[in-house]
């Protein structure tokens, strides 16, 4: 990894974000400066800054983080003080008190950092300072309120077009690789083709991770999101989609996987192996379809009528190859289940 990787994000956040950010730091700033006279209100803007998060609910969560934080902080940086006194070596061994109490209370990261810095700052720049510690606190809240309330405020992101777009790109990909088999069975296959085959199908695992995780993150999008009503209904179509399509990635990776291990040169001749090859190509079009209606994948359908309409008919296979054909029947059956909501 290069330095730039370690200094750069893969993505830019929105410019939105950046701009609420920034909106909100101002706000907690000249807030918090009228309401607490005195010292420049850099808590307050830090807390405001830290707070503006991609939802609302994660603000909410960073609020509260942030304000356990610093009143810890404080309490241990008070304490301290009145024991030991204000002497500089008492700023470290508050830093150190801060951080074991921290991880005996079993803090996030983030809320221990917090802690020790509060503690630090406090006793640094407001030793001679009477209510320091009392206002320090008063102004986090006071930037972490108007953190909440700008990120709720002014457009609140709801994360539904990341999930359409993973969810129809895996879509896509359960539907090539279930075309992709087809033609296996249909034509002779080297050893190199069929490892790339088996390569191939194991790449929807990760897809469908991606799109599992692209639609947690757009649920908790509208979790204290006044845009929530106009989303839910949508989110939860996709997250039913996906639960629809999971089970029919682990058939065709595990039908894949059945034919890279009992390849026979003999299969193509296998009439049942065929029809099979048949099924699988009406599979892969139900698939889309399936996505089309969920209106994750716009284009156009060739038809709009379920393919798997009818059973297999299963005749007695001509070679030892009648495990192989067993398993995809199996597998076919189920995938038939999943994509006409079949009882299994």
Not at 52 to 78: D, H, M, Y
Not at 164 to 169: P, Q, T, V
Not at 250 to 270: C, H, K
């Amino acid at each position: 990894m290069g330095f730039a990787d370690t200094v750069r994000a893969s993505k830019r956040p929105p410019l939105l974000q950046v701009g609420k950010a920034a909106a909100a730091t101002i706000a907690a700033w000249l807030v918090a400066g009228w309401l607490i006279p005195g010292p420049l209100p850099v808590f307050a803007a830090i807390a405001a800054l830290l707070v503006v998060q991609p939802s609302v609910n994660q603000s909410l969560g960073k609020a509260i983080e942030r304000s356990i934080g610093v009143i810890a902080g404080v309490l241990v940086a008070t304490g301290l003080s009145l024991l030991l006194g204000q002497s500089s070596w008492v700023v470290l061994l508050a830093i150190v008190v801060a951080m074991l109490i921290a991880w005996a209370l079993r803090m996030t990261p983030g809320t221990a950092n917090q802690v020790a810095i509060s503690a630090m700052l406090v006793l640094a720049l407001g030793s001679s300072t009477p209510g320091y510690a009392l206002d320090r606190v008063l102004e986090t809240l006071i930037g972490a309120l108007i953190g909440i309330i700008v990120n709720a405020l002014i457009v609140p992101p709801v994360q539904v077009a990341p999930a359409r777009r993973d969810l129809a790109l895996l879509g896509g990909e359960l539907a090539a690789s279930l075309d992709r088999l087809a033609r296996a069975l249909e034509q002779p296959q080297t050893p190199a083709t069929l490892a790339e085959l088996i390569v191939e199908a194991r790449l929807m695992r990760p897809m469908r991770d991606a799109a599992d995780a692209s639609i947690r993150t757009g649920e908790e999008s509208l979790t204290l999101n006044p845009r929530r009503s106009a989303h839910r209904t949508e989110l939860a179509e996709l997250r039913a989609l996906l639960e629809r399509l999971s089970p029919i990635v682990t058939q065709v990776i595990g039908m894949t996987r059945a034919v890279v291990d009992l390849y026979d040169e003999s299969l193509p001749e296998e009439p049942t192996v065929l029809a099979i090859a048949e099924q699988l190509g009406r599979a892969s079009h139900d698939v889309r379809l399936a996505v089309h209606l969920a209106d994750v994948e716009p284009e156009p359908m060739t038809s709009a009528v379920p393919a798997l309409t009818s059973p297999l008919v299963v005749s007695t296979p001509k070679s030892g190859n009648w495990i192989l054909i067993g398993s995809l029947l199996e597998d076919l059956r189920r995938i038939r289940a999943e994509l006409l909501d079949e009882e299994d």
